[in-house]
């Protein structure tokens, strides 16, 4: 899939890092390095703008060492980023941790991932078809 993209950063166009990858990391595309505190939240700028086509969404996810070694995750996780969005991806991250963390420019913070999607068509019902689970919930399958 071809995706039009503008590149204002200073930093290389996202890449996969390897032939299996789902996604490609994002970079900071800073002035100067943004010092996060302990459970506060930042908006982080790429440089990047792009054009999805319709049918398509990409996926704004968290980087797993950054989340286990520093507490670091986006806030929103998964951000969406819409196919008629046309502004800079920025990303939102908190820091769950106790320590400061600082960002500094070209840090990769955070996953991309392109995801292909369908809208929905909504029946109105009165009645659902019924299952075995039927409405049990959060736990309902216990633990194995």
């Known amino acids: 899939m071809q995706i039009p993209i503008i ?7 996202p890449q996969y890092a390897t032939p299996l990858s789902a996604g490609v990391d994002l970079r900071a595309n800073l002035e100067a ?3 996060v505190q302990p459970m506060a939240r930042v908006l982080v700028p790429t440089g990047l703008f792009m054009a999805l086509p319709a049918g398509v969404e990409a996926q ?15 806030l929103n996780s998964p951000g969406t980023i819409d196919a008629d969005y046309r502004g800079e991806i920025c990303v939102i991250l908190i820091n769950l941790s106790a320590e400061p963390f600082t960002i500094n420019d070209g840090e990769r913070i ?14 109105p019902t009165d009645v659902l ?16």
């Open 7 to 13: 590149n204002r950063s200073h930093h290389p166009l």
């Open 110 to 123: 955070a996953q991309l991932v392109i995801a292909r999607h369908e809208q929905a068509e909504w029946l």
């Open 129 to 144: 078809e019924e299952t075995e689970r039927g409405a049990g919930g959060f736990g309902h399958s216990g633990r194995k």
């Open 60 to 74: 704004v996810r968290p980087r797993s060492g950054l989340a286990l070694k520093h507490g670091l995750t986006v």
């Open 33 to 35: 390095p943004i010092v």
